[in-house]
Structures are given as C-alpha cells and as structure tokens.
C-alpha cells in the first residue's frame, strides 16, 4: 500500500484545514487507518484512528472536539478535518494503515508500531 499525505499549510491560529490521504495499491477499505503527527524534536504521537467500516473512531485528549477523521472507501481516501488550531498542534501529520486486529485497546491503537504502511507526511504550521 503506497499512502501519500497532503493538505497541509500555514494557518493562523483558530483556523482550519482539511489532510487528505490518498491510497493506492490496495484497497483502503480492508484496514483501519491512523493519523499521526510529529513536532521538531519531539516523538512522533498518535492524534487519532478510524476503523476500516468508519464506524469507530477514537481521537488523543489534544485533538478531541476540534479534529475529526472520517474516511470515503469508494475514492480510498481517509481526511483529517481540522478546526480551531492552536499553535501546538504544528508538526508534520502522517497517515498509516493499522496493522491486522481491531483499534479497540488504547494501548494498540496509539503506538507507532502497531502500524504498517506509512506517508510521507504533509507540514502544518499554525501561527499565533
């Protein structure tokens, strides 16, 4: 599976911006798919997941109310709505594909390892 992330830019604080991750070499619908992000210096953390059906979707304490992830597997795409960002929410955002079980255990579904296929990341920059 090949993900290619885009949709990011520069925003002021209390904007929005709307990631799209784009799949192609397999069908997006057969797994779940997690988006990421990763300020300088710091490790990469998890800012939420959506199961493969769209039915499930878990979010970190961060990004809850403010982001929301939704998927279409008809065009195999999966988008990160954002709204109301802050300035810590700058850093590059990843998408990936959850390796095989279900995203129910927290401990699964926010760890790095956990996830297979990744992008090549797409830079949001928010400025106070």
């Known amino acids: 599976v090949q993900l290619q992330a885009f949709g990011g830019g520069l925003v002021q604080a209390g904007g929005s911006l709307r990631l799209s991750c784009a799949a192609s070499?397999?069908?997006?619908?057969?797994?779940?798919v997690g988006w990421f992000r990763q300020a300088p210096g710091k490790e990469r953390e998890f800012v939420t997941v959506i199961s493969r059906s769209g039915g499930t979707t878990f979010y970190a304490n961060s990004v809850q109310y403010r982001f929301t992830i939704s998927r279409d597997n008809d065009k195999n795409m999966v988008y990160l709505q954002m709204n109301n960002l802050k300035p810590e929410d700058t850093a590059v955002y990843y998408c990936?594909?959850?390796?095989?079980?279900?995203?129910?255990?927290?401990?699964?579904?926010?760890?790095?390892?956990?996830?297979?296929?990744w992008g090549q990341g797409t830079q949001v920059t928010v400025s106070s």
């Open positions: 990936a594909t959850y390796r095989e079980g279900n995203i129910l255990a927290k401990r699964n579904r926010e760890s790095v390892g956990r996830y297979e296929y």
């Open positions: 070499g397999s069908t997006l619908s057969s797994y779940s």
